[in-house]
């Protein structure tokens, strides 16, 4: 059985979960308290040098780091990942479209304000341009679903998961959605998707 | 013929010219001026809604953005790929470090240094923060390449074309990689690759 090294309340722990309920595979989780530091002890980082969760350990190989290197590796070959070459690449983009634009500002500003319970007033010009970057995110993710169910192609696929996990928590960043009509209705389409369960399910 | 819009000082286009020379693919090659907001044209945002480079048009199918959504497409089922389903998501682990960790730090900090020609007395903190970022960042290249000739495996992969785009040319980042011997070795290794060429090599 798969081990899962996590964080409940994590974006990037969550998209893994959700891909290992969804493909009904079974799994241990380990919680790490990353907010005191469980990721950089010296025994977590013999696992993953960079201090990081979700951390995946695959019996009889090892260890594997990196949300979507860990759903890339279990949904390969399953319905989650398109068929066409060309919409599986287009899939990959926005997984890195994810992790460069809307991870480092949607989801930081959530994890400053709502897992450190920093203030506004301490966090200054930091929180005021990751707010401009993250809003900029949000409106390229509009675009790309305007018109469209899914992002790629018409079925939901790992870069609906990976997108939707930070996605529909940004207001605990205080990014309101109000302006993003496409984004609303896609975040109900994948919660309507069969084994969806929420961000701190085990 | 595939279409590559791009900035030959950028290393996220390097990574893809470098992938299409070494698998021999011919391509037509469109330069941007990206620091005179080339990439942010209406007639560019149309292709690409996040205004960035590299940009690969694939004749008969479309756009597609993102330097390892790219070279993922390019490089499927060639020799720059493992067979192997662990090596290969330990691959993608390295191309989400990169883009995550080490791309933000170290190649920003070259962009404004060397393309932008900023100081560092106008960057400030901002330039102190990235450099810590960026150090902590080649440690762990640094880890993972000790005792190994490439990242994956025994075999240069894609990992190792995306890691050596901007660990290269660190040093015009003001980056001294003098503290790293396992990426100095490293490097040469690349260089010794068959179809090597180098950064601004069209």
Chains 1, 2 share one sequence.
């Not at 201090?51 to 860990?70: K, Q, T």
């Not at 966090?123 to 675009?143: Q, T, W």
């Not at 940004?170 to 929420?198: D, H």
Request: charge should be neutral; include cysteine.
């Amino acid at each position: 059985m798969y081990g899962l090294y996590d964080y409940l309340p994590s974006g990037n722990g969550y998209k893994v979960r959700l891909v290992l309920k969804q493909l009904g595979l079974g799994y241990e989780l380990v919680e790490l308290d990353i907010k005191n530091g469980a990721s950089r002890t010296p025994e977590f980082l013999a696992k993953n040098p960079n201090g990081r969760i979700p951390l995946l350990e695959i019996p009889g190989r090892g260890y594997l780091a990196e949300s979507h290197a860990i759903i890339g590796y279990l949904a390969e070959g399953s319905f989650l990942v398109p068929v066409d070459r060309y919409e599986r690449a287009q899939m990959t983009a926005w997984l890195c479209f994810e992790q460069y634009n809307l991870e480092p500002n949607v989801a930081t500003v959530r994890f400053w304000l709502h897992s450190l319970k920093k203030t506004p007033a301490e966090l200054g010009e930091r929180l005021e341009e990751k707010r401009r970057l993250g809003h900029d995110a949000l409106a390229v993710l509009e675009r790309g679903l305007t018109g469209r169910r899914f992002l790629v192609g018409d079925a939901y696929t790992l870069a609906d998961i990976a997108l939707y996990a930070y996605t529909h928590v940004a207001a605990e960043g205080g990014f309101s959605l109000e302006p993003y009509p496409a984004i609303r209705q896609w975040l109900r389409a994948v919660e309507e998707q069969p084994g969806y369960a929420p961000i701190t399910a085990r």
